[in-house]
Structures are given as C-alpha cells and as structure tokens.
C-alpha cells in the first residue's frame, strides 16, 4: 500500500524530440495468497508468550471490545495491523512495510501468523528464487527492515526497461 512517486531523468544528449518516455502501464496485482505462503515455523498462538501480549494489546482502551480472537480466525488471509495503540485489519491488501515495524500478522488456515522475511521479500517484488536464498541466512527482523526500505523491484524493472527503451530506439 505505500505510494511512492518515481522520476525519471533523462541526460541532455540522450533527449530525443521525436519520442517521449513513455511510462510502463500498471500490472494487475496478484491476489495476496500468492505471498502470503511462508512454512516456516512462524505460527502465533496460545502456546507463545508474545499470544499473551497479542491478547492483552486486544484488550487495551483502544481496541476493548472491538474484536473477537474467534471470529478474527475464521477470515483467510485477513492482515492484521498491531500498532502502537490500535489494531488495523486490512483484507485483500497489506499494510505499508517500513522499518521498525514488524506486527503484521496474518490469518491461514484458521491459525495466526507472523508476516515472515521472505514474505516481505516477495510483497516487495523481489523474486522468489532469490527471496528463498536469505532463508535461514538472515534474521526476518533484518529481513522485514530491508523489505520496509526497499523499492518495489518489479516497478522499478519496469522503468529501466521502458528507459531502455527510449534510450536505444
């Protein structure tokens, strides 16, 4: 969900009049099940002290009485926000990745989940192939700040191909 704003600048001598660079039209975004897809151990429930505090932020003066743990579950791939004080719930989208920010959960198979590093990995564009290689390498909390400052690798594919483009035609 993060809006970003790309510019693109073109040196003088390479500046064409007879073509204008020409923007890559926007792609259908896959359904969010194509990321959410992680199997590692990352599930989030009863047995897990930070369930506790989960539970207990439920209960603070912002989110008392708003949500009920037993319907939350019932929602595939519900995302779920924990904020500093409230809780977001978003569906078919996730929340802005950003560094420092790491409580966005998920709903799969009727369990909660924590938003893994390969997840944000793939949210983020980056390919599976080379989102899989940081497994077991690189703490998801490493991984989820990287992911929270990363440009959109797809997008920005997109714009060099299309500068490319202009450049050699």
């Known amino acids: 969900m993060r809006e ?13 009049e007879d073509k204008f660079f020409q923007w890559p039209e926007p792609v259908k975004t896959p359904s969010i099940q194509d990321y959410l897809i992680d199997d590692d151990e990352l599930e989030f429930d009863e047995k897990k002290r ?8 439920l209960d603070n003066k912002y989110n008392k009485g708003l949500f009920q743990v037993k319907k939350i579950i019932k929602e595939e791939y519900l995302v779920l926000d924990t904020r500093q004080s409230d809780l977001r719930l978003y569906r078919n989208r996730v929340p802005t990745l950003r560094t420092g920010r790491h409580g966005i959960l998920y709903i799969r198979n009727g369990k909660f989940r924590k938003l893994s590093g390969f ?14 290689k940081t497994k077991g390498k690189i703490a ?8 929270g400052n990363a440009m959109t ?7 060099g191909k299309n500068l490319l483009n202009y450049i050699n035609t």
Do not use: H, M
């Open 4 to 16: 970003r704003i790309y510019f693109v600048g073109i040196r003088k001598d390479l500046v064409r």
């Open 50 to 57: 930070a369930y506790e505090t989960f539970l207990n932020f």
């Open 119 to 132: 997840e944000s990995l793939l949210l983020q564009g980056f390919p599976k192939n080379l989102a899989e």
């Open 140 to 147: 998801d909390v490493y991984l989820l700040s990287q992911a």
């Open 153 to 159: 690798v797809n997008v920005i594919e997109a714009i």
